[in-house]
């Protein structure tokens, strides 16, 4: 099985930035697609972006796209969430999520990844 750890969120002013970290362990990282979703209280897990196998492209929600950013570094088995000119409707818990293989037109489902990270909250407020 795979573990995931998400780290890195925090409190952060509307324009600020974060930089969420997502640790692998238990599997070949280069062969997952890696996820980013969001929830906030209330709300269904939300879709952000995604980085594809073998680290050959990105996917981003259109919600934040240009702003969001997704980059892998396989020597750590982490995969991380650049997140810029974050804005109050960004608030919520950020989860990490990974699958052998999803076919594109469910890659944005949350149904459809086996494995989870426990999320790291992030909250963006004045």
């Known amino acids: 099985q795979v573990q995931l750890v998400e780290s890195g969120g925090g409190l952060v002013q509307p324009g600020g930035s974060l930089r969420l970290s997502c640790e692998a362990s238990?599997?070949?990282?280069?062969?997952?697609?890696m996820a980013w979703f969001r929830q906030a209280p209330g709300k269904d897990r939300e879709f952000v972006g995604l980085?594809?196998?073998?680290?050959?492209?990105?996917t981003y929600a259109d919600s934040v796209k240009g702003r969001f950013t997704i980059t892998r570094d396989s020597a750590k088995n982490t995969v991380y969430l650049q997140m810029n000119s974050l804005q109050p409707e960004d608030t919520g818990v950020y989860y990490c999520?990974?699958?052998?293989?999803?076919?594109?037109?469910?890659?944005?489902?949350?149904?459809?990844?086996?494995?989870w990270g426990q999320g790291t909250q992030v909250t963006v407020t004045s």
């Open positions: 999520a990974a699958d052998r293989q999803i076919i594109t037109s469910s890659s944005r489902r949350a149904d459809q990844y086996d494995y």
């Open positions: 238990g599997g070949s990282f280069g062969s997952y697609v």
């Open positions: 980085s594809r196998r073998f680290n050959s492209g990105t």
